[in-house]
């Protein structure tokens, strides 16, 4: 009997490169639903291209609460297990991240435990920094914080600006995520 395939969610809030990966590398895992905090983002137009689910829920004019109590509702009626975070620019409320305690996953541009938070590689290379590189990781209350799952390291070139090394930061990131992901969903 095939292994059962475990159904993934993923929250973005715009371009949605890493949510692409992700549904184009799928293996052991299916992508169930693609929620996003923005109606408009491009990420949900290509889903809704390629015959995926989709739900979008701006927070605007709602409380926290209510805005991400629509989010789970749309996660469970989609019989979501894992929620993959894939460039999700909200924090998570600590009551929704221990709702869904270890069954969410977050890629973030750093070698963590370093550079946490917004603009890590002008960070890296401000630092001085040979090697940038990007991380899976277990989201939990504290941001970035989580145990990580799995890192890709990327070399800083002479030359670089915060925007070249982001892009190849980023191609590293479409290879890790989904073999993360996957990993993740097997253990
Ligand atoms: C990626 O760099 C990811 O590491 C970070 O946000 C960016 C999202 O890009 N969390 P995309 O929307 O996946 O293209």
């Known amino acids: 009997m095939a292994a059962p395939v475990?159904?993934?969610?993923?929250?973005?809030?715009?371009r949605g490169s890493n949510m692409m990966a992700l549904v184009e590398q799928a293996r052991g895992y299916e992508v169930a639903l693609i929620a996003s905090d923005k109606p408009d983002a491009a990420?949900?137009?290509?889903?809704?291209?390629?015959?995926?689910?989709t739900f979008t829920q701006s927070p605007k004019g709602i409380p926290k609460a209510e805005y991400e109590a629509a989010i789970d509702a749309a996660l469970r009626d989609a019989s979501v297990e894992i929620i993959a975070l894939a460039g999700y620019m909200r924090l998570l409320s600590d009551d929704f991240v221990a709702r869904?305690?270890?069954?969410?996953?977050?890629?973030h541009p750093s070698l963590l435990p370093k550079y946490k938070g917004l603009d890590t590689h002008a960070r890296a290379m401000e630092a001085g920094e040979a090697v940038a590189?990007?991380?899976?990781?277990?989201v939990t209350e504290e941001l970035d914080g989580g145990e990580v799952l799995g890192q890709a390291?990327?070399?800083?070139?002479?030359?670089?600006?915060p925007d070249t090394l982001a892009a190849r930061?980023?191609?590293a990131e479409h290879r890790l995520y989904p073999r993360i992901l996957a990993e993740f969903c097997a253990r």
């Open 133 to 138: 590189g990007c991380s899976v990781h277990v």
């Open 153 to 161: 390291e990327v070399p800083i070139l002479p030359g670089d600006t």
């Open 6 to 14: 475990t159904k993934v969610g993923i929250l973005i809030s715009g």
């Open 100 to 107: 869904w305690r270890g069954k969410i996953i977050n890629i």
């Open 43 to 53: 990420g949900i137009a290509w889903a809704q291209q390629h015959g995926l689910a």
């Open 169 to 171: 930061v980023l191609e």
